[in-house]
């Protein structure tokens, strides 16, 4: 039974395209986040959700949307795809972001040609 | 702001060989650490954590201890095997800093040879 899962794993799209990626955790967790690992493995967080509010907005272009129905589901709808938004995202989820370790989803690799 | 600052790789070890893999840490506030362990393909996993000075996080045969006074987590394991090879991220969680979310160094990548 999977704690925090994600879809797609896999996602090749062209640029230009809008494409959106699904998070569901079912760990009861009040925070989710999405992360984006380049390829340098280097991981930088994107946004931050704390019971459906926003709470963190990392400087991402505003053509990556976040959209958070219910505190199990945090979602990220990316417009006008770029060559450069080629990448792993990660979502993630904690108890209740303050100082606390967050649980990973498996990741969506996403690959724009 | 922030930051963890963790030695670069790649590492190459052979089975049964020490491993360290050293992380120092700037913040604002009182942070809590972690190592994060991300095997090929997969997601992140938590191998250890530590919320306060002098504490010892361990799991698998890895350790590590929150040095306040150094301001560092480094992470050992005694005699590494093939299948620890992994890219290990050091991270802090910051109230005052990063709002608790967490901040990764770059990772380093091990590599365990039979």
């Known amino acids: 039974d999977t704690a925090v899962s994600q879809t797609p794993k896999y996602l090749v799209t062209q640029m230009g395209n809008d494409k959106s990626i699904k998070c569901e955790q079912n760990?009861?967790?009040?925070?989710m986040y999405w992360y984006k690992q380049d390829s340098k493995k280097f991981l930088k967080i994107m946004f931050s959700y704390n019971n459906k509010e926003l709470i963190i907005n990392e400087t991402v272009p505003n053509r990556f949307s976040p959209k958070s129905p219910d505190k199990a589901h945090l979602n990220l709808h990316i417009n006008s795809l770029e060559l450069g938004d080629s990448a792993v995202y990660f979502c993630a989820s904690s108890p209740d972001g303050l100082n606390t370790e967050a649980f990973f989803g498996q990741g969506t690799r996403l690959t724009v040609v | 702001g922030d930051s963890v600052t963790q030695m670069e790789g790649p590492v190459t070890l052979s089975e049964e060989a020490f491993l360290t893999i050293n992380c120092t840490y700037t913040a604002t506030g009182y942070p809590s650490l972690f190592w994060y362990v991300q095997y090929p393909g997969e997601g992140l996993q938590l191998l250890l954590k530590?919320?306060?000075?002098?504490d010892k996080g361990s799991n698998k045969g890895f350790e590590a201890t929150y040095r306040k006074e150094t301001t560092s987590f480094h992470l050992e394991k005694g005699s590494v095997q093939v299948s620890d090879s992994a890219v290990y991220f050091c991270a802090l969680s910051d109230l005052g800093g990063s709002q608790g979310n967490l901040i990764f160094g770059k990772g380093t990548k091990l590599s365990v040879k039979p």
């Open positions: 760990l009861g967790h009040d925070t």
């Open positions: 530590a919320t306060k000075a002098d």
